[in-house]
């Protein structure tokens, strides 16, 4: 397996991504081996971008084109495996719809489309992300722990069901509030964390073991969406977790 770091939380902190050479090597550093994404709005600032990660001798895994048509054609170029899916339907048939003809279009350049389950949106319980599964037999899955297991789903479980379909992980914690204290949107409920910071029962050592145990082997991410300290400190703890249990 490699493992890389799913950076929004670090664009959060940080107000923008500023420098990719010196994150990588702040990364790098601290025992990953790169990020998920490439964002770029022309082919020469990805050609730059992907020059960086070559010489640095880090890795990515996806591209995050100007549409998702270059999205596709980017990622197929860049020799990537995925892309993240674009439906934009509020409706289960028609996200679905929209799912299966991406990944039609997806195929055609050799790059699967891939699902990241996600609170608030369209396929966010474990039983929407089954049905969603069961309808768009092309779409692989970025399976997002915290985010399945605070809406009550088990990771374990989708893991054990569904790991041909998981293109890579991200594995992050959550933070429950106290009831008094939530609002009425996921957002407000609680706040993503350091691996093993949670209050709600992840034990993403036993999701890695799961998935050790079949075989799989792609990159994981490690995903802070929220800091509240400079994003090496929290990134560099989430490291030592999973080098202490063996990953």
């Known amino acids: 397996m490699n493992y890389g770091v799913a950076d929004y939380g670090m664009n959060v902190w940080d107000g923008a991504m ?3 050479e010196e994150r990588l090597k702040g990364l790098k550093k601290i025992g990953f081996e790169g990020v998920e994404c490439i964002s770029a709005c022309t ?24 549409s998702a ?4 054609k980017w990622s197929s170029a860049m020799g990537c495996k995925y892309v993240w899916i674009a439906a934009k339907a509020t409706d289960m ?16 350049w050799n790059v699967k489309v891939a699902i990241h389950n996600h609170m608030g949106t369209v396929v966010e319980t474990q039983n929407e992300l089954e049905i969603f599964l069961r309808k768009c037999p092309d779409v692989g899955l970025i399976l997002d722990t915290a985010h399945l297991a605070a809406v009550g789903g088990d ?3 989708i893991v054990e069901k569904y790991y041909k379909r998981i293109i890579v992980m991200h594995l992050k914690d959550w933070l429950s509030y106290p009831m ?9 409920k609680g706040r993503f964390c350091g691996l093993g910071k949670g209050n709600i029962g992840l034990d993403n050592i036993a999701v890695m073991k799961a998935l050790k145990k079949t075989g799989w082997n792609g990159w994981v991410f490690v995903e802070h969406d929220t800091h509240l300290q400079d994003p090496f400190k929290d990134l560099s703890l989430s490291r030592k977790h999973l080098k202490e249990n063996g990953f």
């Not at 048939?93 to 055609?108: E, L, S």
């Not at 008094?180 to 957002?187: F, R, T, V």
């Open 180 to 188: 008094e204290k939530q609002g009425k949107s996921w957002s407000q």
């Open 18 to 20: 500023w420098d990719m």
């Open 93 to 108: 048939d028609g996200f679905c719809r929209q799912a299966n003809i991406q990944a039609q279009a997806a195929k055609r």
């Open 69 to 72: 048509d270059l999205s596709i």
């Open 43 to 66: 082919e020469a600032e990805l050609l730059d971008k992907a020059a960086i990660h070559r010489r640095l001798a880090t890795g990515f895994a996806t591209v995050g084109g100007p």
């Open 155 to 157: 990771p374990i479980e």
